[in-house]
């Protein structure tokens, strides 16, 4: 049989509009595609052909990020920006919001239009709200926001929670509660009036530092119930003036169902200030980061007393200057804390070398009984003799305890 002398690209079928396989596939799946996209580019995907065109408002995902938008830039890109929104949410039809994501990275956008947007997601029934503004003025977030009984997940950042001094709170799905460190509030009894209204609360991380005129009803009186008995993480990073402690108290005391915490520097500043009675039992909790500005060798033996069984201690520090035997001191508790039979991460990071540290990392190799890793960050500002000399001492700690092996960073 004679063979064709036709070159073998040319004997192939020509690539044609019908072997767009992505446009042949089922509008749920489609749909799943559009979700992944910017809000901007899925309705971009309506000038690609007719199939696609119906598709983008049924998407139950709706970001919208001015950052990922050029031409929103320019002097007139206010108003376009707000004009796209705006009519995406009035051409949008899916049965609800799975997620909204709204990033302002522009200073000026109208307070007015982002409270009708999100007026409008809570009436959508909204299952995730993420905000992350950087305005001029902080925006007041609306009341049905904090009345949607759908949202799950609500993470914010540049907005302002004294709008809850004058309406209650009830999200009763809410599982996680991420709030940012550009988040101003005027007093700590609006955080604790938003935690009280999140009974199903799950994952929690306070962060903001931002705070004016604290001192109401809770703060000064302290009467309140605050039940988080779902919880199982928690972040608490913001500080708090000193007659604020009543409330920061009552919120610290609701977070012993947890088995993740982590605790900042200025929330540890303001615990040092706490009696021993203000420690509440983590009975569940497992890992404990906490963060020292001045080491607090009183909050941390109370801490590790009520926390039976912690596996993973990690201690973040700042760097100190003290002269020689002025540094706080670590004293060995009465009773060896019984979480200490069960830990197995130990981390310290900031090491300098004082003898003070050398007592605690000693105590702890001592009476760790199952412990099988010692993380030690030794200073970036000591010099190399410093360093060498620092292995050498917990080099020879370590040859008394050969279950746990030390790793030097």
Not at 49 to 58: E, F
Request: hydrophobic content about 40%; charged content about 20%.
């Amino acid at each position: 049989m004679a063979e064709s002398s036709e070159p073998p690209s040319h004997r192939q079928k020509p690539t044609t509009g019908d072997d767009d396989r992505i446009s042949h596939l089922p509008d749920v799946l489609l749909l799943q595609i559009l979700s992944l996209l910017p809000t901007k580019q899925a309705v971009i995907t309506g000038i690609l052909s007719k199939r696609w065109r119906p598709l983008w408002p049924a998407v139950s995902v709706l970001d919208f990020d001015d950052e990922s938008s050029p031409e929103f830039h320019h002097p007139g890109g206010l108003t376009g920006f707000a004009e796209f929104v705006y009519s995406v949410l009035l051409l949008h039809d899916a049965p609800a919001i799975e997620r909204f994501r709204l990033r302002c990275a522009n200073p000026n956008y109208s307070a007015r239009d982002i409270a009708t947007w999100l007026c409008h997601v809570a009436r959508r029934r909204a299952e995730r709200v993420e905000l992350s503004l950087s305005l001029s003025r902080y925006v007041a977030l609306p009341r049905c926001l904090f009345h949607c009984d759908t949202v799950s997940v609500m993470k914010l950042n540049g907005v302002f929670l004294n709008a809850l001094a004058s309406f209650s709170v009830s999200l009763p799905l809410l599982k996680v509660l991420h709030v940012g460190d550009r988040v101003l509030f005027g007093c700590h009894d609006y955080v604790v009036k938003l935690l009280a209204g999140c009974p199903a609360l799950e994952d929690l991380v306070l962060e903001s530092t931002y705070n004016d005129a604290c001192g109401g009803v809770v703060c000064a009186e302290g009467n309140f119930q605050l039940d988080l008995k779902h919880l199982s993480s928690a972040k608490i990073g913001f500080s708090w003036k000193e007659r604020c402690l009543k409330s920061m108290l009552l919120i610290f005391r609701a977070l012993s169902n947890v088995r993740c915490l982590s605790l900042s520097t200025s929330t540890v500043a303001c615990l040092k200030h706490a009696s021993t009675s203000d420690i509440p039992v983590f009975d569940k909790l497992i890992q404990l980061e906490i963060s020292f500005g001045n080491y607090s060798w009183d909050l941390l033996a109370s801490l590790l007393q009520r926390s039976h069984k912690l596996e993973v201690l990690t201690i973040y520090k700042e760097p100190q200057k003290y002269a020689k035997g002025q540094e706080p001191r670590w004293i060995h508790p009465l009773l060896v804390p019984e979480c200490l039979l069960h830990l197995k991460t130990f981390c310290l990071r900031e090491y300098q070398g004082l003898e003070t540290e050398l007592d605690f990392v000693g105590y702890i190799m001592q009476n760790a009984r199952v412990l099988e890793t010692m993380t030690i960050y030794i200073s970036s500002s000591l010099g190399s003799e410093e360093k060498l000399q620092i292995r050498r001492h917990l080099s020879i700690l370590q040859r008394n305890f050969e279950t746990c092996q030390i790793v030097f960073h």
